[in-house]
């Protein structure tokens, strides 16, 4: 005559310790392709996960017979641009990092937008062109006068516009005194298909190395994850035995319910005698004069 309820419990328990156990590895295992929070090139570690937005880049307005037209751009440089649902009219297509929004000066009004065109940003295969990857890459740049830190360059692809390729390349440079992350990069130039973007910010500044102590923090936090599961597994299925076994009911479930009933003084005792023998007063039969 074997009690459902056990079972069940034993089941659970496997079961939220399996899945603690995966996702406290799964969690350090998983290969991250690019991830804004966790950039390196040449040993240098950058997270630019505060700036994982759309910025709005506003270009200057020109001359392109017969009327005036200024290029906007949206860039987002830690994943596609999300578009709100019913704005699709107003974005890219979807998976558009960085966007070109052509508008056009008709009169005096305000520019039209005529255009919204791809710089970066992944794409599936269409008519004639095969599907395109933004394949994010960072690269260090050349050194800047005054500038303590190296900037480094992070190259977007896979756009599209007229059948040329287009791509975009900011310059990240680490300026400790530029902490908004509500700052845009400014437009520094496009041309044969690269656009170029300058990024001032306290983000762009290599992250200190605490790798050591993230690590042992870690591997304390899996030994508290595995140390916790088997105390739990011991306290069901040594509840269970006793059930099953004896019929225990109540305080009577827990197991080895006399040990660890006896166990704070055990331990009292323990550190006692090791204090004891420490202060070199072991020979004196265990007793302390007041
Ligand atoms: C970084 O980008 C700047 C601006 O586009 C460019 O002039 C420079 O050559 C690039 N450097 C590297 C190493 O890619």
Avoid at 205 to 211: E, F, G, N, R, T
Wanted: aromatic share 10%; net charge negative.
């Amino acid at each position: 005559m074997i009690n459902p309820l056990p079972r069940t419990a034993i089941v659970a328990t496997l079961a939220i310790i399996s899945a603690l156990l995966t996702s406290s590895v799964s969690a350090q295992d998983t290969p991250t392709p690019y991830d804004c929070a966790k950039l390196s090139v040449s040993g240098n570690s950058y997270d630019i996960s505060a700036l994982k937005k759309s910025y709005l880049v506003k270009g200057e307005p020109k001359t392109e017979h017969p009327y005036k037209v200024r290029y906007d751009y949206s860039v987002n440089p830690c994943q596609a641009i999300t578009v709100p649902d019913g704005e699709s009219k107003l974005h890219c297509l979807p998976g558009t990092w960085v966007c070109r929004d052509k508008k056009v000066f008709f009169d005096e009004s305000d520019p039209k937008t005529v255009s919204l065109q791809p710089i970066a940003g992944t794409a599936p295969a269409a008519e004639n062109v095969p599907a395109r990857e933004v394949a994010p890459l960072i690269a260090l740049a050349d050194k800047i006068e005054n500038v303590a830190e190296v900037p480094w360059n992070l190259t977007l692809k896979g756009g599209l516009i007229d059948g040329q390729d287009q791509s975009a390349v900011i310059t990240f440079i680490c300026d400790t005194a530029a902490t908004d992350d509500n700052v845009a990069p400014t437009l520094t130039g496009s041309q044969n298909g690269v656009t170029t973007f300058q990024w001032k910010s306290k983000s762009a500044c290599a992250v200190q190395s605490k790798l050591p102590v993230q690590e042992s923090m870690s591997g304390f936090s899996v030994f508290l994850t595995v140390f916790f599961s088997f105390a739990f597994i011991y306290l069901v299925l040594g509840a269970v035995y006793n059930h099953q076994v004896y019929g225990a009911k109540g305080f009577d479930l827990i197991p080895h319910k006399d040990f660890w009933r006896d166990f704070p003084s055990l331990v009292v005792d323990v550190v006692h005698h090791v204090w004891d023998s420490v202060t070199g007063r072991a020979r004196g039969g265990g007793y302390v004069s007041v």
